[in-house]
């Protein structure tokens, strides 16, 4: 059965922090909340060991790792 997509449901994004719902961005490029808004995202480690570092692109932030490669937004938090 095929259901139509409603106009702002498509994509909803999440604060990293308390998964409320995102209406700004901080200074990283990250979608959070507004009582988020001065709030870094502290470093995450990879599964391979290295840093990951905060990358804004096309679709999003996501996260770059020297080993990985490109790392997905969702998957990066996981390693959290």
Not at 18 to 37: D, L, M, S, Y
């Amino acid at each position: 059965m095929y259901i139509p997509k409603r106009y702002g449901q498509s994509r909803i994004d999440k604060c990293p922090f308390c998964e409320k719902t995102a209406v700004t961005k901080n200074k990283q490029g990250i979608p959070v909340c507004a009582v988020h808004k001065d709030s870094e995202l502290k470093d995450i480690k990879c599964a391979c060991g290295s840093w990951l570092d905060v990358r804004e692109g096309k679709f999003g932030p996501y996260f770059f790792c020297i080993n990985c490669g490109n790392i997905s937004f969702k998957k990066a938090m996981e390693f959290r």
